[in-house]
T-cell receptor, first 113, second 110 residues
């Protein structure tokens, strides 16, 4: 089944404790992206990747890192999480240059205390 | 600055009504406009529009883009309770960034 998976689905952590949210897709998509969704602010793009080893900042990259060492995986790293990073996070993927239709993962609800 | 504005912010209708959701935008280098439906979980894709005046249809849902006036509409006819969701409009530009609007929350009453 074609899908985007994220882990963990729920996470409660404390300020400053490094964490990684994994994202994997099995559709051989070139383009992958991370979003955060907050009430009243909608979905905002954090980082995106056009292909392996190619990443770029979205609108809200501060406090986040990403890497794209393999085509299927695009982890989101919070080196020193803070309470303002409490949010619902979505990973998404698409073919990229040929079509912009994105497929979203199930979401990760992160709470930083 | 690229921008997407959706209206109304929320809408309550009765089953069988027709609704029109609006999405206006500003963008430097337009690639496409997309509509998504979000129920309790992840957004699911509805339509991608790239050309003006060509209506896309899927069942009771349809959408059209006006690149001259910089807006798109999403129509839902004969609404059902299962149409209750947040409808998201997103824009892509030449930089391959995605800009989402804040969404329209639709509630359909039985």
């Amino acid at each position: 089944e074609a899908q985007v998976t994220q882990n963990p689905r729920y996470l409660i952590t404390v300020t400053g404790k490094k964490l990684t949210v994994t994202c994997s897709q099995n559709m051989n998509h070139e383009y992958m992206s991370w979003y955060r969704q907050d009430p009243g602010l909608g979905l905002r793009q954090i980082y995106y990747s056009m292909n392996v080893e190619v990443t770029d900042k979205g609108d809200v990259p501060e406090g986040y890192k990403v890497s794209r060492k393999e085509k299927r995986n695009f982890p989101l790293i919070l080196e020193s999480p803070s309470p303002n990073q409490t949010s619902l996070y979505f990973c998404a993927s698409s073919w990229g240059r040929t079509t912009d239709t994105q497929y979203f993962g199930p979401g990760t609800r992160l709470t930083v205390l | 600055e690229d921008k997407v504005v959706q209206s109304p912010l929320s809408l309550v209708v009765h089953e069988g009504d027709t609704v029109t959701l609006n999405c206006s935008y500003e963008v430097t280098n337009f690639r496409s406009l997309l509509w998504y439906k979000q129920e309790k979980k992840a957004p699911t894709f509805l339509f991608m529009l790239t050309s003006s005046g060509i209506e896309k249809k899927s069942g009771r849902l349809s959408s059209i883009l006006d690149k001259k006036e910089l807006f798109s509409i999403l129509n839902i006819t004969a609404t059902q309770t299962g149409d209750s969701a947040i409808y998201l409009c997103a824009l892509t530009s030449g930089t391959y960034k995605y800009i989402f609007g804040t969404g329209t929350r639709l509630k359909v009453l039985a």
